[in-house]
Nanobody, 117 residues
Framework: QVQLVESGGGLVQAGGSLRLSCAAS????????MGWFRQAPGKEREFVAS????????YYRDSVKGRFTISRNNAKNTVYLQMNSLKPEDTAVYYC??????????WGKGTLVTVSS
């Protein structure tokens, strides 16, 4: 069992930056591929980024490439999402996930990111 707790969300102006963190419980964190999804108001949940268990490969949705960076620290059981050049359309609840790509086995409860124009 893995529990995921996100933090770092908040209100930011367009063009600004935020770094989301996801702290995972359990001693098997380093064996999971980790990811971030988001859900905007009135829209379906969508994939944002993922990173393999070793950190050797990362994947992004096209709309965030070049602006967002996913990383992980297996010694700290934490995965990060650095978000730069934020746009109003990035406004959403961001969820941390753990699993074996492409499957997701665990979800966090989410953290809200609001980007004002």
């Amino acid at each position: 069992q893995v529990q995921l707790v996100e933090s770092g969300g908040g209100l930011v102006q367009a063009g600004g930056s935020l770094r989301l963190s996801c702290a995972a419980s359990g001693r098997t964190f380093s064996s999971y591929d980790m990811g971030w999804f988001r859900q905007a108001p009135g829209k379906e949940r969508e994939f944002v980024a993922s990173i393999t268990w070793s950190g050797g490969s990362t994947y992004y949705r096209d709309s965030v490439k070049g602006r967002f960076t996913i990383s992980r620290n297996n010694a700290k059981n934490t995965v990060y999402l650095q978000m730069n050049s934020l746009k109003p359309e990035d406004t959403a609840v961001y969820y941390c996930t753990a699993g074996s790509l492409p499957a997701v086995d665990y979800w966090g409860k989410g953290t809200l990111v609001t980007v004002s124009s």
